[in-house]
């Protein structure tokens, strides 16, 4: 904190996923103690922070996404060794933290305010964006520098310091994009990074929110623990941007493509082994196109390559040892009345392999497609953080929306048709924050605003202008230079109409 390394009070190793015996680095584990005086050497840094003319932020924006960009390889391979992520969506995922810098870049011109007329002769009215101050910012380790950016980079251009906890799992990766920010030329302070778990985590946010030294806070993660840090903020009287799981939904319309729906549900229901946050979770199919569309994508799945990361594969390992212990849970979840179509499950090793592959000791699972599935089902209801995805079918689009709509989620959706009519219905009947039309669920670009409504967020939007109103308040001011008090809705002028005339 305030650019000085600080003694951990434990250590924990992060590894690599594809070989778990690798260590890709060791990382100090910070109390509560430290975490809240790391958002109070951030306070004192935001003050001086804030005075830099936000044009001259912007540059400094600029500069970082510049230094990403002639870093993209290494942090690219760096995130595929610490997290097992595809190297080309690695690739990818830095490539949305320069197109993130190159947005918020102009925002630093843009940041504007508004000239609004008074009811009153001699008098100007004005509203100005100002800084929030502190955000604390909680982020998982699925996208472990693209999701940061989303937070750190609109925060710090309004003006605000930041306290960013990565998730551990992701230190490497972290500390990598914290040198890159540090490089340009980020006052010491101003921006903070925290290694430390949950609960010592939850316990410095609390104090730090008691002392009045964080202002805002932004959390990337599960609904369950979303919901504990919406209840703290708001206990404090502060709004948390919270950006939580889903269980997306796929409508395949019986007009659909049923080949680029095919492709759009393996990469959403499989890529990153199904752990984005805007995975798919279910598919719900016309009945008159079910069998059909099940055996393409169960033959798609099947035939999906699977393994080392650094390889062209649809998907490598699972994140963490914790996640694999947590997506067995869920294939117990699988029902008598259940049908798995893709083959086999479980982990790949060599009793279980997939065709020639046999797991190589790392954290790598089968992909599992799971037909039959009714809307009372865990499988249905739940976030599965892996991959594995439900199969369902509706005759109506009206029942296709509620099937979709039910789970009580709301971050992405998708519906395959060729008609516009089912598009548009779809649309507004959705509870997601985020439609596609003949896409996947998966996919978002930097100036389109990213968030969820019910259990997957408060409303709360990243990327884009959106995000401009999670770390800038708005103040309005009123200049009177009439020389003498002029009373609001008292002394304002009257014009009398004859509002009896008639032609």
Not at 323 to 338: G, V
Request: net charge negative.
């Amino acid at each position: 904190m305030g650019g000085k390394d600080t003694a951990g009070e434990s250590v924990y190793e992060s590894t690599n996923p594809a070989r778990p015996g690798e260590v890709v680095a060791r990382v100090g584990l910070a109390d509560a103690a430290a975490f809240a005086a790391a958002c109070r050497t951030a306070k004192e840094a935001q003050r001086e922070w804030a005075k830099v003319p936000a044009p001259v932020r912007g540059r400094v924006i600029a500069s970082i996404g510049r230094l990403v960009e002639a870093n993209a390889e290494s942090l690219a391979r760096l995130v595929t060794r610490e997290i097992g992520k595809p190297y080309a969506e690695a690739l990818g995922e830095v490539r949305e933290i320069v197109d993130t810098c190159d947005f918020f870049l102009g925002e630093g011109r843009r940041l504007y305010g508004q000239t609004v007329p008074s009811e009153m002769p001699d008098k100007n009215l004005f509203t100005f964006r100002n800084p929030v101050g502190v955000a604390a910012v909680i982020t998982a380790g699925n996208f472990p520098v693209a999701v940061p950016s989303w937070y750190l980079v609109p925060a710090l251009l309004c003006g605000n310091a930041v306290v960013w906890k990565p998730a551990e799992y992701a230190a490497a990766s972290a500390e990598a994009m914290y040198r890159l920010f540090a490089a340009s030329g980020l006052p010491d302070g101003v921006l903070n990074v925290v290694f430390a778990d949950g609960a010592q985590t939850f316990a410095g946010l609390e104090l730090a929110l008691e002392e009045g030294s964080v202002h805002k806070v932004g959390f990337t993660g599960s609904s369950e623990v979303g919901r504990k840090v919406g209840e703290l903020a708001g206990r404090h009287l502060q709004s948390a941007c919270l950006e939580l799981g889903g269980k997306n939904p796929m409508v395949i319309m019986p007009d659909a493509e049923l080949d680029l729906a095919v492709e759009g549900a393996l990469f959403s229901g499989f890529g990153t082994a199904g752990q984005r946050c805007t995975s798919l979770g279910t598919v719900i199919v016309h009945e008159s196109v079910h069998d059909e569309f099940v055996e393409r994508f169960a033959r798609a799945a099947r035939e999906a390559r699977i393994g080392d990361p650094e390889q062209d594969v649809l998907a490598g390992p699972l994140l963490d040892q914790k996640f694999a212990d947590r997506y067995e849970e869920y294939l117990t979840w699988i029902q008598p009345h259940h049908q798995v179509v893709s083959g086999s499950t479980g982990k790949i090793t060599k009793d279980n392999p997939r065709g020639d592959f046999d797991g190589d000791g790392g954290l790598y699972y089968h992909p599992v497609i799971v037909d039959g599935v009714r809307p009372g089902d865990r499988l249905f209801l739940e976030e599965t953080f892996g991959p594995i995805v439900g199969v369902t079918t509706f005759t109506s689009l009206d029942e296709a929306v509620e099937l979709a709509n039910r789970p009580g989620y709301g971050l992405s959706s998708s519906i395959y048709t060729t008609d516009p009519k089912h598009a548009f219905r779809f649309r507004e009947g959705i509870s997601a924050g985020m439609v596609s039309v003949n896409n996947s669920t998966s996919g978002a670009e930097a100036h389109l605003p990213f968030g969820g409504n019910g259990k997957s967020g408060n409303g709360s939007r990243q990327s884009g202008v959106w995000v401009l109103d999670q770390f800038t308040r708005w103040q309005a001011m009123n200049w009177d230079f009439s020389g003498r008090l002029q009373k609001a809705q008292m002394d304002v002028a009257e014009i009398v109409p004859d509002l009896e005339f008639r032609l």
